[in-house]
């Protein structure tokens, strides 16, 4: 429309019929035109919870005005989200959570007016992004945040992207292979990192998502060992994207993680050294104490300053 690329939001819905509705409009409510907005019900062709799914769309679904792919069988959030993509016609990618909104009606035109400004080094745009628990809503990203290279950055979780808040080039997400369906949670995390190591992301000073955490279907691990588990599976799985930075910055980037998930008082360097050891790296007193350093200045960054 109006010469204008057109910009594919792809929503993957799971056990959401009573918040999919919102995620649908705040896309349709967009004021750039030329979109086309795909959901993928990954709830399980005639089951229960994918025809409660249904109906919450029957709305939109009736009018036409998105498409509807419902997937035979469970398949996973990364799985669905690549199903998506590939029957997507859009220049540019928007994926959104069921449970997240977009809060600004210009937030795809901004996002398509700066990337095609840039070159093809430049995959993908972020913004702010506001966060919603119980109880406590906070805006992440909303200091100036840096562009280009972010990769660094992201790793060690001083940057916060959602699909809510980031809209990508379609050949960007070919040449990176789409998500990762080895990740079986947290797969956002990955896929925006594999992203990050080959593209440049721009920073947009506006919140572009709101990420919803109230819902509670989606509920961390507690047991420790599973949570550990999982992590050791993000250190090594990233560590891929990491070769071509000093040992010492890939250290650090696995001690941080281990330090936010634990806080600092329960990750002391004999804890942080095992575990590293038992993913391949080996922690040092120095590179400890620099790990230390960016943690406390994420946590003051994020409830001081956000």
């Not at 945040?145 to 959602?162: C, R, V």
């Not at 998502?209 to 250190?235: C, I, M, S, W």
């Not at 004999?270 to 350093?293: D, N, Q, V």
Request: charged letters at 25%; a positive charge; proline letters at 4%.
């Amino acid at each position: 429309m109006n010469g204008k690329p057109l910009v594919s939001v792809i929503i993957n819905t799971f056990n959401g019929a009573e918040c999919v509705a919102g995620a649908v409009k705040s896309a349709l409510e967009q004021d750039y035109e030329n979109k086309e907005i795909i959901v993928v019900d990954d709830n399980g062709a005639g089951s229960e919870k994918q025809l409660a799914t249904r109906k919450a769309l029957a709305e939109y679904i009736g009018s036409g005005k998105i498409t509807y792919l419902p997937n035979e069988k469970n398949i996973g959030d990364a799985a669905s989200k690549n199903a998506g993509l590939a029957v997507s016609r859009g220049e540019y990618i928007a994926f959104l959570d069921d449970d997240d909104i977009y809060p600004d009606p210009e937030k795809l035109a901004v996002n398509v007016e700066t990337l095609s400004a840039l070159d093809d080094s430049w995959g993908a745009a972020y913004s702010a992004i506001e966060v919603r628990w119980p109880g406590l809503t906070m805006v992440f990203n909303s200091r100036r945040m840096p562009s280009g290279d972010i990769l660094y950055d992201l790793l060690i979780h001083s940057i916060y992207i959602n699909p809510s808040n980031v809209v990508t080039r379609r050949k960007a997400i070919l040449d990176v292979g789409g998500y990762d369906t080895a990740y079986k949670r947290h797969v956002d995390w990955g896929y925006h990192a594999m992203l990050a190591s080959r593209y440049k992301f721009a920073y947009i000073p506006i919140i572009g998502g709101v990420h919803n955490n109230q819902n509670p279907r989606f509920v961390a691990y507690t047991d420790e060992n599973k949570r550990t588990e999982q992590l050791g599976f993000y250190v090594r799985r990233t560590a891929r994207f990491t070769g071509h930075m000093p040992e010492e910055k890939r250290v650090v980037i696995a001690c941080v993680n281990v330090m936010l998930m634990n806080t600092l008082k329960n990750a002391p360097y004999s804890k942080c050294r095992a575990l590293l050891a038992e993913w391949g790296f080996t922690l040092t007193p120095r590179a400890y104490l620099r790990a230390a350093a960016v943690f406390l200045k994420i946590k003051y960054n994020r409830y001081y300053k956000a």
